[in-house]
Every structure is written in C-alpha cells, then in structure tokens.
C-alpha cells in the first residue's frame, strides 16, 4: 500500500517563504506523477502543482505560478513545494497526491494521498 508522508508548513506572514516535502512509500512499481493539492475552508479541492516523473514535465495552477516551484527526487521518492511570496490567499490544508498509472490533473482521479500539511499565511 502506498503512503505518503509529508513535512514543512506552518505559519507565516506575508511574502514570506515555505517549503514542504513529501515522499512516497510501499511503491511496487513506478510512480507515474506526484503532486500538491489544497483545500481551504469551504472551498473545493484544488491543485497546485503536478509533476510527472518520466519527463520531469510540471503544471501550475495561475495562482501559484511564479511563485511556487515543484521539483522532485525520484531515487527518494520525494516530492518538494517551494512556496515563495505567499499571500494570504494562499492559506489553506496542502495534500500531496500521487498515481501510479493515472495521471494527477484533478483530485477526483487520485489515488493515493497524504494526511495534509496546514499552510497559514498572515498579512
């Protein structure tokens, strides 16, 4: 059974910077994407950054891009947010994702999460 274990967030005012981390195990076979998500209080979720293992390839949500970086390890199992100039906006809970053969565009088709991570961002 796949498990994610994420790290990082917290509290922070405004144009401050943030990193989480997250990483995969009971892999029995090759992650095809990992991403992040997140949620705030009576909002859908949403993604925020999707990376795709192969090529490296990343997608950002208009909001972040800019501002957020994706990276990851993949000897690790390990994705990386790189929060940067975060704004109050950008409070909510951040879940990592990941697929095994699906891709992580929309958080309906996800198949393995993380317990969430809680960002909160003052101005």
């Known amino acids: 059974q796949v498990q994610l274990v994420e790290s990082g967030g917290g509290s922070v005012q405004a144009g401050r910077s943030l990193g989480l981390s997250c990483t995969a195990s009971g892999i029995s076979g090759t992650l095809n994407c990992m991403g992040w998500f997140r949620q705030a209080p009576g909002k859908e979720r949403e993604r925020v950054a999707t990376i795709y293992r192969g090529p490296g390839s990343t997608v950002y949500a208009d909001s972040v891009k800019g501002r957020f970086t994706i990276s990851q390890d993949n000897a690790k199992n390990t994705v990386y947010l790189q929060m940067n100039s975060l704004k109050p906006e950008d409070t909510a809970m951040y879940y990592c994702?990941?697929?095994?053969?699906?891709?992580?565009?929309?958080?309906?088709?996800?198949?393995?999460w993380g317990q969430g991570t809680q960002v909160a961002v003052s101005s």
């Open positions: 994702a990941t697929n095994l053969w699906r891709t992580c565009d929309n958080w309906s088709t996800i198949d393995y």
